[in-house]
């Protein structure tokens, strides 16, 4: 089992920039693939950013390209995801998602077998 616990959002300004944090525990041998996806409310969950956990191989949404960034962190079982220049439509509860199988760079939320509770980001203009 693998459990992931996300930190790092909190209330910010339009142009500010947070850096959120994924902690991973557990059977961490079986992650292949990891990322970021956002839900707003009143909205699908979407897929942000996305890494494989072996190799340098990731993948950010053309929306946000310009401005997150994916890493992982393999010393310390983190992946955390860098946003700069935040605008109001970032606004969201964004979760971490951990997927086993085979190593692929996806957003299908069906991919992924464990979720972490999610951290909230808001964007005030």
């Known amino acids: 089992q693998v459990q992931l616990v996300e930190s790092g959002g909190g209330s910010v300004q339009a142009g500010e920039s947070l850096t959120l944090s994924c902690a991973v525990s557990g059977s961490m041998y079986s992650i292949d693939y990891m990322a970021w996806f956002r839900q707003a409310p009143g909205k699908e969950r979407e897929g942000v950013a996305t890494?494989?956990?072996?190799?340098?191989?990731?993948f950010v949404h053309d929306s946000v390209r310009d401005r997150f960034t994916i890493s992982r962190n393999d010393a310390k079982n983190t992946m955390s995801l860098q946003m700069a220049s935040l605008k109001p439509e970032d606004t969201a509860m964004y979760y971490c998602?951990?997927?086993?199988?085979?190593?692929?760079?996806?957003?299908?939320?069906?991919?992924?077998?464990?979720w972490g509770q999610g951290t909230q980001v808001t964007v005030s203009s």
């Open positions: 890494i494989l956990t072996r190799g340098m191989n990731s």
């Open positions: 998602a951990a997927g086993s199988g085979r190593g692929i760079l996806t957003f299908h939320p069906s991919q992924y077998n464990f």
